[in-house]
């Protein structure tokens, strides 16, 4: 799996629109770009995940740079219930291979 | 459609005794994955596993571990002899296509 780099940790207050960077040079054109968040004590959660274009849904969008070699998580909103450590993960397309996790940003909401 | 299956959600063996930890994969899913997660610590692939075929074990200790996923019934991760170092919570995850999603864990205590 490509490699992905994140901040290890950021901070927002609450009710505030918050932008998760994530860096992926070596991103090849079948990978998708997943994002995962785990709150604490408790399994990874699926939030979104795209290939070219941008994506909304009802948790996030996620915002991608035209040579693919970025992207953003954005949370619109955030709440005290957003605070996790978010992971962005390559993986190709057919989702065959399982997802190699790296250290993630810790996302750390103030009230 | 119940999500994926994990249990027991706690366990707590003795040194030297046997740990087995389940995973119901969701319904229609024929890809199972195991995850470690060592305290304070990422995840870390263990197996991927489709029904009754070992895919990918690179993850996985040469000794006392163990995984299946039978034709009928839930995949398994066995563990032998557990030790303090054990210790861990456990994840399982099921995809069948590009999304794979995250049981709540089972977290084994090794006393």
């Known amino acids: 799996d490509a490699k992905t780099t994140q901040p290890n940790s950021m901070e927002s207050n609450e009710e505030e629109p918050v932008h998760l960077p994530c860096n992926h040079s070596?991103?090849?054109?079948?990978?998708?770009i997943h994002w995962y968040r785990q709150l604490p004590s408790q399994g990874p959660e699926y939030v979104i995940h795209?290939?070219?274009s941008n994506v909304n849904n009802r948790m996030a969008s996620l915002a991608i740079a035209e040579d693919r070699k970025s992207s953003t998580l954005i949370l619109h909103r955030a709440t005290l219930r957003d605070a996790a450590v978010y992971y962005c993960?390559?993986?190709?397309?057919?989702?065959?291979?399982?997802?190699?996790f790296g250290k993630g940003t810790h996302l750390i909401i103030q009230p | 459609n119940a999500g994926v299956m994990q249990n027991p959600r706690h366990l707590v063996r003795r040194r030297g005794q046997e740990a087995r930890l389940r995973c119901s994969p969701m319904?229609?899913?024929?890809?199972v994955y195991w995850y470690r997660q060592l305290p304070e610590e990422g995840l870390k692939f263990m197996v991927y596993?489709?029904?009754?075929?070992?895919?990918?074990e690179s993850g996985m200790p040469k000794e006392r571990f163990s995984a299946e996923f039978p034709k009928e019934g839930p995949s398994i991760l066995r563990i032998q002899q557990v030790v303090r170092g054990d210790s861990a919570a456990y994840f399982c995850?099921?995809?069948?296509?590009?999304?794979?999603?995250f049981g709540q864990g089972t977290r084994l205590t090794v006393v």
């Open positions: 795209g290939l070219t």
């Open positions: 995850a099921s995809s069948q296509g590009e999304l794979a999603f």
């Open positions: 993960i390559l993986r190709k397309g057919g989702g065959a291979d399982g997802l190699t």
């Open positions: 070596t991103i090849s054109g079948t990978d998708y």
């Open positions: 596993l489709q029904k009754e075929n070992i895919i990918d």
């Open positions: 319904k229609g899913h024929s890809h």
